[in-house]
T-cell receptor, first 109, second 113 residues
């Protein structure tokens, strides 16, 4: 099955850009997603990209997809304290989502 | 505008007790899912129901059963709870096909003593 990996922690200064990386193994993933989880809450969809795209931008968020290397990244521009959360990447294959372990983003004032 | 509703929000059980986690969605979605979240392990799929009347095992189904009661409701049952089932449980729903976006409930925090 799919295997999705992320680093566990990232610290960024307020106002800088955050880049969260993810690698996956299943090249048949049709969609790849970024979800955000704030403390004590469920997962909220941030953005997603179809596998035939290599970039998607949505306000402060930029998603880059490198299918050859099976690498997905999420860039958050001008990181704010409200961006503190756990970020999960996930891949959809055969109607099943497989999640990474999540990256905890900490904002340094 | 409820989306996906899970009950209860918190539960403490003793080893060997049983309980059912409830999930309902009001988005007319065909597919529903149960996940568990453990520290450092992301979300792992327990069971899913691609459409009303069908259920399938996910990555970690042992110790659980599910019932797709109707299109709106998908319940998860622990017949004999074990400490290893201490976790946060999330229910999600999505359309059967298309972009596959899943919408999540707020979670049930379960402790088994």
């Amino acid at each position: 099955g799919e295997d999705v990996e992320q680093s566990l922690f990232l610290s960024v200064r307020e106002g800088d850009s955050s880049v969260i990386n993810c690698t996956y193994t299943d090249s048949s993933s049709t969609y790849l997603y970024w979800y955000k989880q704030e403390p004590g809450a469920g997962l909220q969809l941030l953005t997603y990209i179809f596998s035939n795209m290599d970039m998607k931008q949505d306000q402060r968020l930029t998603v880059l997809l490198n299918k050859k290397d099976k690498h997905l990244s999420l860039r958050i521009a001008d990181t704010q304290t409200g961006d503190s959360a756990i970020y999960f990447c996930a891949g959809l294959s055969r109607r099943v989502l497989t999640f990474g372990t999540g990256t905890r983003l900490t904002i340094i004032p | 505008n409820a989306g996906v509703t899970q009950t209860p929000k918190f539960q403490v059980l003793k080893t060997g007790q049983s309980m059912t986690l409830q999930c309902a969605q009001d988005m007319n979605h065909n597919s529903m899912y149960w996940y568990r979240q453990d520290p450092g392990m992301g979300l792992r799929l327990i069971y899913y129901s691609a459409s009303e009347g069908t259920t399938d095992k996910g990555e970690v189904p042992n110790g659980y059963n599910v019932s797709r009661l109707n299109k709106r409701e998908f319940s998860l049952r622990l017949e004999s709870a074990a400490p290893s089932q201490t976790s946060v449980y999330f229910c999600a729903s999505s359309e059967l096909d298309g972009d596959g976006i899943q919408y999540f409930g707020a979670g049930t925090r379960l402790s088994v003593l």
